[in-house]
């Protein structure tokens, strides 16, 4: 790891912990709407450190709320200049193991759900809740 990165990754590791701004956003506003759900939590007890930002475990649905930086966004990713390979490398990982944990996910029975941390929250918070009003009749139609 190059050592003028050092900064940038524990930087990047505080902000992992504490919740950002858009999560905390859609986050209210799905509890203002009745939804319940857990925090940072990791769905799948065989994947511990995969862990989702917005968690509803009885209907088994996973929100992500994902940076335009280190998830790569469309839109708005950039690649730092400096370590350019180094940081192509680490941002490339990002993606695939973002792919993989929505496949064990959906291959648990999870539905998954990515946001952009771009995307307004309104809109966000709309797209979860028809997920979720989609699996709670799904499952009291008795439906498994
Ligand atoms: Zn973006």
Known sequence: MPASSDAVRRR????????????ML????LH???WRYRV?????ATYRRR???????????????????????PDHATRP???AE???????????????TDARLREAGWE???????EPAEDAVERIERILIARRDQSSSGAT
């Open 12 to 23: 990047f590791q505080r902000q992992r912990r504490a919740s950002t701004k858009p999560e």
């Open 26 to 29: 859609i986050r209210r506003k």
């Open 32 to 34: 203002r709407r009745g």
């Open 40 to 44: 940072d939590t990791a769905p799948l």
């Open 51 to 73: 862990r989702a930002d917005i968690v509803f475990t009885r209907l088994r649905v996973a929100v992500f709320v994902d940076g335009c930086f280190w998830h790569s966004c």
């Open 81 to 83: 200049k400096a370590n």
């Open 86 to 100: 180094w940081w192509r490398a680490k941002l490339q990982a990002n993606v695939e193991r973002d792919r993989d």
């Open 112 to 118: 998954v759900v990515r946001i952009w941390e771009h």
